[in-house]
């Protein structure tokens, strides 16, 4: 299992190495494929099994989604909601492990919770047994299209990452296939959570606004932003970290900064769009700043506009979870002229909408008050 993809199935790997090619290091491709055979047999009898006693979709209260750009403060946000105890959400074991969660996950829940990294690889955040996950990882197990084949089979980067993200090159039998494997997982999720009302946070998700809604009717959406300046320079350092930590083939080629600024462009747009004709009680906007410096308030605004229960009598648990945090160390990144050129000609159109500027330079309070209140 020292390979997060060591949790998916036969089916899957075989689906996304006949596209992307084998894995050029051996030896963990060899682990990989030895995980997923000797998980096999318990991976099916569980599926026999929970089948029959996982509820249908639409039988659990409609998820709540954290949506947003990687490195925009979705998952500090994450964090803190989930303190409250009232939510179902991705715990570690179910990202390894989302199709033996009822079962090997249990046994070897102990070996797993050991393995798991101090910290998460592309910041200081802290990692434990109980930590909230985004759930892309565990969809790259049990899907082909995922973000994260781009990231493990980085030979096929830009395909894969097209497909991950935007369903590029996907036949409708392949969404359809990702749109069951996504509704199993949170099936099997809200029932390993206690039946609770699940909190989902997941950037990827960001341009999906429109399909979410309409595969889960009454859903909320909380998008959170950040200055694209600086998400510019820390997704730098998350395509960097993540590659060489997990890639499976040589990834000298693939330009890191080309696909920050196109990805970000097409994701936002998309949100955009599919913002504009979502209700406005279903879905709430804010920018990190307001969760980085008034978090209780920031909060208070996300539950209140969306009707969620609960602020008041999680008060206590949060402020307890935001004080342990207080004195967390932010990655810092050294900005450049050449850095703001890329973002100043490719994202100033959302650089303007929110009223952000070069960090350093003068900002402009009420023009981002303004759009942020126009955007919610």
Known sequence: ???????????????????????????????????????????????????????????????????????????????????????????????????????????????????????RYIDNIPVTPESPQEDEIAIANMSEVSFYHGIYFPRNFAENVQRGLFFDGCSPADIRSWRRQFTYFLRKLYLHQGQKPLLIKNPVYTGRLAMLREMFPGAKFIHIHRNPFEVFLSMRNFYQKLLKEFALQSYEHVDIDETILSVYERM?????????????????????????????????????????????????????????VKTFQKNKFAYSDEAAAKVESRLKYFVDKWGYAVPGAAQQPAQNGAAQDSAA
């Open 268 to 324: 936002m747009r998309a949100y955009e769009e599919d913002a504009a004709n979502t209700p406005a009680e279903l879905l709430i906007e804010l920018g990190y700043k307001e969760l980085d410096e008034a978090p209780m308030d920031a909060l208070d605004k996300i539950y209140s506009a969306l009707a969620l229960p609960g602020f008041e009598a999680s008060r206590d648990a949060f402020e307890r979870y935001l004080a342990s």
């Open 1 to 119: 299992m020292a390979h997060p993809l060591s949790g998916a199935n036969i089916g899957t790997l075989g689906a996304v190495t006949g596209r992307s090619g084998l894995p050029s290091k051996p030896l963990a491709g060899a682990g990989i494929a030895l995980a997923a055979l000797g998980r096999w047999p318990f991976s099916a009898g569980e599926k026999l099994v929970m089948e029959q006693r996982l509820p249908a979709i639409d039988d659990m209260p409609p998820p709540v989604f954290i949506l947003g750009h990687w490195r925009s403060g979705t998952t500090h946000l994450y964090n803190v909601m989930c303190q409250s105890g009232e939510w179902g959400f991705v715990p570690p074991v179910a990202t390894g492990l989302p199709w033996d969660l009822f079962g090997l996950a249990k046994a070897f829940a102990p070996l797993l919770e050991r393995a798991l990294p101090e910290h």
